[in-house]
């Protein structure tokens, strides 16, 4: 299994390599370095498995560190829920939480340090100058006026910007490199900024923040990171992150190796545009069950174990791609056959009264072979497994009765020939319980089918019949007493396009109408009246479901379907 892993993460490789060498003084440590401006997804998921995956596997160390650099857009909410995001993959970062921001002061006397080196220079272009001097891809750039400032001067300049005497926008602090280096990072890129706001952390004691790229990588050598692990789109910044580790006194010189993107189809990824489908309420909150953010996964009822084992399965690579949604739902049906117990429950109830049961006044009460018949009201206790293929995980007792609900999808009142389940006239087995033959059909004035009328057999309690007469179809069913009302949500894909992205410019325009439908009058077992949260149960034939976090209670029980039994989506879609 670890061997068949390394070959589809080079990244392994290359820390073994280390290792062997005993690079680092044989340490590895690895970080995960998210900015608190959104919630984590699924993308993010893949670095978190990453770097403290491979800290698990080579005995090292991840670091959980927030850069938290940009108080403009960040905020204590996406702080805590990617703690409890983390958490809840099933990692674990030690003792210390870190912050960029904790080391602010040190950052700014690095920045110093550049300005007394001569590497660093304080600049008053506007926003729109420095674009301009910036160059193009084929044409260089400009030095800029205040290149040449003196060391005095900066400095001076630069301490005045942290003690809050200029305006936003009207100085910046650069670095000073190369204006014609052909990697536009490199052309004298911006490294403090002022910014008059207050900050998450630190509040009110900074007018000035440093910028990512300057930040990034000194954080990293401060915590003697030694592979900074991050995506594609950092490449091009790397000689920029090694030039500034070169350049300052920091205790290492971390190596930074890029992987790419997770991106999955028929959903959309960057925080930026979850952001937008939170805001204009496409959907419910960061945490929606569509959405493929973890808080959002997490509800609806994937499991951490499926995740993990999907990012192991998907590898590490320089090539970008857009992995099928349908892979992840695999490795999640493939968690939770395992783990979630089977209960019965009806989404769209038909009423079947079971004419030859006793009913309390009856009186063929006593003269029925019924084990654990209920004299009080009519009731049975039957024996279901939790698990057929884990005896393990037990039995419960479901409830019979004269009043029982069953799909309408599973009566016709014209059958075909195959079909195998209820019809007039014909017999099927109810689940854990008896053989039941439909003997007639009431219907309402508009015609529609409402109730059933059957009669059962008492010999073929558990399921079979003495007599060896077989029934083609096995149906879930739950009964009056046995079960309570619940509100089932059914999820689907919130995008019909596979890239959402692709021929639209406005991504919502390809939202799925029918990603959520809501079934209200729905039937569960009693036993689901202590359903914990996001607790993963199978629904007999529908597929697997859990309790809503928000909304289900005791008193009004909400479920979400985390996904159904098979892949059936390509199939009723793509016809
Ligand atoms: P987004 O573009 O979705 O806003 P981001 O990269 O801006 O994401 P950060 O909080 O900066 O989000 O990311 C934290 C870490 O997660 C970074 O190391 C980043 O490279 C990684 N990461 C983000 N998105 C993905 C993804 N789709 N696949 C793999 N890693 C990702
Ligand atoms: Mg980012």
């Known amino acids: 299994m670890e061997e068949e892993n390394r070959k589809n993460n080079f990244i392994k490789n290359i820390i073994t390599e280390d290792l062997e060498q005993g690079k680092n003084n044989g340490k590895m440590i690895t970080r995960f370095p998210p900015e608190p401006n959104g919630f984590l997804h699924i993308g993010h998921a893949k670095s978190i498995c990453l770097n403290f995956g491979v800290a698990q596997e080579f005995k090292g160390k991840c670091n959980l560190r927030?850069?938290?650099?940009?108080?403009?857009?960040?905020?204590?909410?996406?702080?805590?829920?990617?703690?409890?995001?983390?958490?809840?993959?099933?990692?674990?970062?030690?003792?210390?939480?870190?912050?960029?921001?904790?080391?602010?002061?040190?950052?700014?006397?690095?920045?110093?340090?550049?300005?007394?080196?001569?590497?660093?220079?304080?600049?008053s272009l506007t926003a729109e100058e420095m674009r301009e001097y910036r160059g193009t891809l084929t044409e260089p750039g400009k030095n800029s006026p205040d290149r040449e400032r003196s060391i005095a001067e900066n400095l001076d300049l630069f301490e005045r910007m942290k003690n809050g005497e200029f305006e936003d926008g009207t100085y910046v602090l650069r670095a000073k490199i190369d204006m014609s280096s052909p990697n536009i990072n490199m052309r004298d890129p911006v490294i403090y900024r002022i910014k008059t706001m207050s900050h998450p952390r630190t509040k009110d004691a900074w007018c000035i923040y440093p910028m990512y790229d300057f930040t990034h990588g000194i954080s990293d050598a401060l915590e003697g990171v030694t592979h900074s692990l991050c995506t594609l789109e950092f490449q091009d910044h790397r000689p920029l992150y090694d030039w500034l580790l070169d350049e300052v006194s920091v205790p290492c010189h971390p190596q930074?190796?890029?992987?790419?993107?997770?991106?999955?189809?028929?959903?959309?990824?960057?925080?930026?545009?979850?952001?937008?489908?939170?805001?204009?309420?496409?959907?419910?909150?960061?945490?929606?069950?569509?959405?493929?953010?973890?808080?959002?996964?997490?509800?609806?009822?994937?499991?951490?174990?499926?995740?993990?084992?999907?990012?192991?399965?998907?590898?590490?690579?320089?090539k970008e791609s857009r992995i099928d949604v349908g892979l992840l739902e695999n490795c999640l049906r493939e968690d939770l056959n395992d783990i979630a117990p089977r209960v019965m429950a009806v989404l769209d109830p038909l009423k079947v009264t079971i004419e030859n049961w006793p009913d309390k006044d009856s009186s063929n009460m006593n003269r029925q072979n019924i084990e654990n018949l209920h004299p009080q009201d009519g009731t049975e206790e039957l024996e279901a497994l939790n698990h057929p293929q884990k005896p393990e995980m037990g039995t419960r007792k479901i409830t019979f009765s004269k009043t029982i609900y069953i799909e309408q999808d599973d009566f016709m009142e014209n059958a075909p020939k195959k079909f195998f389940r209820l019809a007039p006239g014909r017999e099927v087995r109810l689940r854990y319980a008896y053989f039941i033959k439909c003997e007639d059909v009431i219907k309402d004035k508009d015609g529609k089918v409402v109730e059933l009328i059957c009669t059962y057999d008492p010999a073929t309690r558990g399921g079979d019949a003495p007599d060896g007469r077989k029934v083609k179809g096995t149906l879930h069913w739950v009964s009056q007493e046995g079960s309570v009302p619940a509100t089932v949500n059914l999820y689907d894909r919130l995008f019909l396009a596979e890239d959402p992205e692709a021929e639209n410019?406005?991504?919502?325009?390809?939202?799925?109408?029918?990603?959520?439908?809501?079934l209200e009058g729905c039937r569960v077992e009693k036993y689901l009246l202590n359903a914990q949260p996001e607790k993963a149960y199978q629904f007999e034939r529908l597929g697997y479901f859990c309790?809503?976090?928000?909304?289900?209670?005791?008193?009004?029980?909400?479920?979400?379907?985390?996904?159904?039994?098979?892949?059936?989506?390509?199939?009723v879609n793509k016809q």
């Open 256 to 318: 930074q190796i890029e992987f790419a993107r997770m991106n999955l189809n028929y959903t959309v990824m960057s925080k930026r545009k979850l952001q937008k489908l939170v805001e204009n309420n496409h959907v419910d909150g960061w945490d929606d069950p569509r959405l493929p953010t973890i808080a959002g996964i997490r509800r609806r009822g994937y499991t951490p174990a499926a995740i993990r084992n999907f990012c192991n399965i998907i590898g590490v690579s320089k």
């Open 547 to 571: 309790a809503d976090s928000k909304e289900s209670s005791e008193d009004h029980l909400v479920f979400n379907r985390t996904v159904t039994l098979r892949d059936t989506w390509a199939k």
């Open 66 to 123: 927030f850069d938290d650099t940009n108080p403009a857009k960040e905020d204590q909410k996406y702080i805590d829920s990617i703690i409890s995001d983390v958490k809840w993959l099933g990692f674990d970062w030690g003792e210390k939480i870190y912050y960029a921001s904790d080391y602010f002061d040190r950052l700014y006397e690095f920045a110093v340090e550049l300005i007394k080196k001569g590497k660093a220079y304080v600049c």
């Open 505 to 518: 410019d406005d991504f919502t325009k390809n939202l799925n109408p029918e990603s959520l439908i809501k």
